[in-house]
């Protein structure tokens, strides 16, 4: 994929100091961690980024998950041509990040490279992933023991409920409005989307390859999954377009 466009890169520097530091002893697990991702850093400003994606997948399989580690691997993808697996490694990191200007103008930048039908995300669904689902289960508890507080000490000193009447339904009408939202974040984590990663993808009428194509899609399209059948994904990109694709030409990732 070419673009003028130069996505924004984060790295460490100092896998050198690390090496002569810790050279001559055995190293621990986080300085091998370390060591391998500035390794894999060095590999994407070679531009290497097939390699750099690679080594970035090992140290995620090792368990090292981190929003610079997504991060940069959502890069490398995009860099190596491979819009989709970009895509699902920016909603991985989103997860970890919800707010980072630089991760969702890169994750914006990847989305306006689709070809073709793809998810549209509302806005009111952008906005929800604004806050993690531990910031939004945080705001709806605080709001609810605040309003549980109030209801207390109206019981406790009713002298002071006309006082207290409006902040109580005022609190109570924002703390169902947080409860309502991170109702529908839990369930748009529990529903992921489908990220095409094939160049090309058929959806087909049905859940077998002989059945007949209801709509193309290509590399970074994202769609809704509806159901599934063995190794079949029902999915839609709008209410239009149906149909049944492969589950190896998808990968699929947290919706955001």
């Known amino acids: 994929m070419n673009s003028s466009r130069a996505l924004k890169f984060r790295g460490l520097r100092f896998g050198w100091l690390m090496l002569l530091v810790f050279g001559f002893t055995f190293p621990s697990r986080a300085e091998v961690s370390a060591i391998d991702f500035d390794f894999a850093n060095k590999l994407y400003e070679q531009g290497k980024f097939a390699e750099a994606a690679s080594a970035y997948e090992k140290l995620l399989r090792s368990g090292k998950a981190s929003l610079a580690l997504y991060y940069n691997l959502g890069n490398a993808f995009f860099k190596a041509g491979q819009l989709g697996r970009a895509l699902a490694a920016y909603h991985q990191a989103e997860q970890l990040a919800p707010r980072d200007p630089d991760l969702r103008a890169n994750l914006r930048f990847a ?94 009428q049905a859940p077998i390859d ?27 990109s709008d209410p239009r377009r149906l149909g049944w694709v492969r589950r190896d030409q998808v990968l699929l990732a947290p919706r955001s």
Not at 136 to 144: M, R, V, Y
Not at 220 to 229: I, N, S
């Open 111 to 204: 989305r306006n490279q689709v070809q073709g039908p793809t998810l549209m995300i509302p806005k009111w669904q952008e906005w929800l992933t604004h806050l993690s689902l531990d910031e939004w289960s945080w705001l709806a508890a605080g709001s609810f023991w605040i309003w549980l507080l109030l209801l207390t000490f109206g019981q406790w000193r009713p002298a002071f409920k006309p006082t207290l009447r409006n902040y109580t339904v005022g609190l109570g009408v924002i703390t169902a409005l947080l409860s309502a939202c991170l109702a529908i974040a839990l369930q748009l984590r529990s529903s992921p989307a489908a990220i095409v990663i094939s160049h090309e993808a058929v959806v087909r």
């Open 210 to 236: 002989e059945a007949q194509s209801a709509f193309t899609v290509h590399d970074g399209a994202e769609l809704e999954v509806l159901d599934r059948k063995d190794d079949w994904l029902q999915v839609s």
